[in-house]
Nanobody
Framework: VQLQASGGGLVQTGGSLRLSCAVS????????MGWFRQAPGKEREFVAA???????????YYTESVKGRFTISRDNAKNTVYLQMNSLKLEDTAVYYC????????????????WGQGTQVTVSS
């Protein structure tokens, strides 16, 4: 199983980035996907998650600090999950990780089954 995160970079405050996470080695549509981040000297924290498609489509979940600015989405045909980040703030600076969990979405990183390698997002003033 591989989760390959990409799309990070350096951006000014108020700018945008779109992270991608390409997944291989598992049946993507059976997995909930999450994005987490870890800033220097801080613990990893939940950012956003999207449920498996199921019978009624995917649901999305966000930590309070990114609601209205970040959007998580998935393309099951491409086995890819995205995180569109708008109106970026200095405090969004972190390494962002994607993760996969069988069926059930969660905001607890310890419950995820697979992790990507991380992509650095740096927001400058």
């Amino acid at each position: 199983v591989q989760l390959q995160a990409s799309g990070g970079g350096l951006v000014q405050t108020g700018g945008s980035l779109r992270l991608s996470c390409a997944v291989s080695g598992l049946t993507f549509s059976n997995y909930a996907m999450g994005w987490f981040r870890q800033a220097p000297g801080k613990e990893r924290e939940f950012v956003a998650a999207i449920s498996w498609p199921g019978w009624t489509g995917s649901s999305t979940y966000y930590t309070e600090s990114v609601k209205g600015r970040f959007t998580i989405s998935r393309d099951n045909a491409k086995n890819t999950v995205y995180l569109q980040m708008n109106s970026l703030k200095l405090e969004d600076t972190a390494v962002y990780y994607c993760a996969a969990r069988w069926k059930t979405v969660s905001d607890m990183g310890g419950l995820y089954d697979y992790w990507g390698q991380g992509t650095q997002v740096t927001v400058s003033s």
